[in-house]
């Protein structure tokens, strides 16, 4: 089945212990995107990729970081994690070089303590 | 504009109705448009897109209206059904973006069978 997974579901942590969340995607997609969702705010993005080794900033890109060593993977990662990145978070792909047409994973609640 | 969360606009219809979902847009350069539901606990899902060089495109029980002239945008559901249940996002960007995708803060559908 043609899908995006992240990993994990839900996340509960303390403020300042690192943490990733994984995306995969099995599409053969190259373009990848994180975004987070807030009440009020709506859905903004992180970071997106548009192929293996690139990445660039979002809109929202301050306390996070993100790698693109393989093509279907790419992990976002909180060195040190602050309560004010608790949120929701969607890793997206898309079948196009672009942010046109993409595709949620089912999303990850982290909560920052 | 909409927001997400307590205070989310809701649009109440009874199954079978035609549903109008309504959006506008900010940015009078943004020239690709699109449509995403989402249902509670899931990711984002693709509904359908317009790019402005169209005033109108149809997909199954769908159609997506573009209004250059006031920045607007709506999203018709034909035959609505208990389904159909979710909150839908408006968004917009450029042709070709590979950057943010800039999100509406959608609107709750809710379907009385």
């Known amino acids: 089945e043609a899908q995006v997974t992240q990993n994990p579901r839900y996340l509960i942590t303390v403020t300042g212990k690192k943490l990733t969340v994984t995306c995969s995607q099995n599409?053969?997609?190259?373009?990848m995107s994180w975004y987070r969702q807030d009440p009020g705010l709506g859905l903004r993005q992180i970071y997106y990729?548009?192929?293996?080794?690139?990445?660039d900033k979002g809109d929202v890109p301050e306390g996070y970081k993100v790698s693109r060593k393989e093509k279907r993977n790419f992990p976002l990662i909180l060195e040190s994690p602050s309560p004010n990145q608790t949120s929701l978070y969607f890793c997206?792909?898309?079948?196009?070089?672009?942010?046109?047409?993409?595709?949620f994973g089912s999303g990850t609640q982290l909560s920052v303590l | 504009g909409e927001s997400v969360g307590l205070h989310l606009p809701t649009l109440s219809v009874q199954e079978g109705d035609n549903s109008i979902i309504n959006c506008a847009y900010s940015?009078?350069?943004?020239?690709?448009f699109i449509w995403y539901k989402q249902e509670s606990g899931k990711g984002p899902q693709f509904i359908i897109d317009?790019?402005?060089?169209?005033d109108k495109r149809q997909g199954q029980r769908v159609t997506v209206l573009l209004n250059k002239t006031v920045k607007h945008l709506s999203l018709q559901i034909a035959a609505t059904q208990p389904g159909d249940s979710a909150v839908y996002f408006c968004?917009?960007?450029?042709?070709?973006?590979?950057?943010?995708?800039?999100f509406g803060k959608g609107t709750k559908l809710s379907v009385k069978p």
């Open positions: 997206a792909s898309s079948p196009r070089r672009t942010n046109e047409k993409l595709f």
């Open positions: 599409m053969n997609h190259e373009y």
């Open positions: 990729s548009m192929n293996v080794e690139v990445t």
């Open positions: 940015n009078s350069a943004s020239d690709y």
């Open positions: 317009i790019r402005s060089n169209m």
């Open positions: 968004a917009e960007n450029t042709v070709g973006s590979q950057g943010n995708l800039i």
